[in-house]
């Protein structure tokens, strides 16, 4: 028992780190974007504009935890009911459509045109109104998680494909003890809601 729960904190501890880096680098890469320069500037208070886009990041990463904790657990009441379907595994799923991508774009260079952001983008639209069609049934959430309201300034920006292949690359894995080169997936079926609340908890504490 003492051993598993060394190794939860651990997961925990390291989660909270890669959430971070994914808020800080998906953020800025926006910031440095050329097609976003002109809707920055309009914003003339630039260290609450730094406090609203971490926030922005914070929310936006959190979403991302609770996409990956739902659909991967073996908890019927806490798990997506549709993340079996082949719709949502080949077309929506983080950890199965986008993921691929997510490497070509950052080990190959890949260029996928809009595939990354506009997939992201989809599915927070999809859990944020819902989707009925014939392998789908997806209820709009209950709560403002994936209220666009939430986000207004990184509805408006442009998101490249690399900053949400860096996005997507924090969260999806974490470097082994083998060396630096080394990736292991980070498995979310494990983790308990309430520590991904403590990482969202440690979160709001920083100041970007």
Known sequence: IDKARLQQAKVTKDLREQARHAIRE???ELVDHPENQPLLAEYTDKAALAKDLWH???ITVYRLLFILKLESTDDPARSFSFASTSLWRNTFSPTVALAP???RVLDHGAQTGRLLQDGLRGLFRMLSDGLQCTELNVRPMAGALFSPALTPILGRLHWTETAVAKLLNNLLWTLSGRGVTARER????PVDVEDLGRVYEALLELEP
């Open 101 to 103: 991508i997510v490497r």
């Open 56 to 58: 922005e990041g914070l």
């Open 26 to 28: 998906f953020i800025q």
């Open 186 to 189: 980070v498995h979310y079926g």
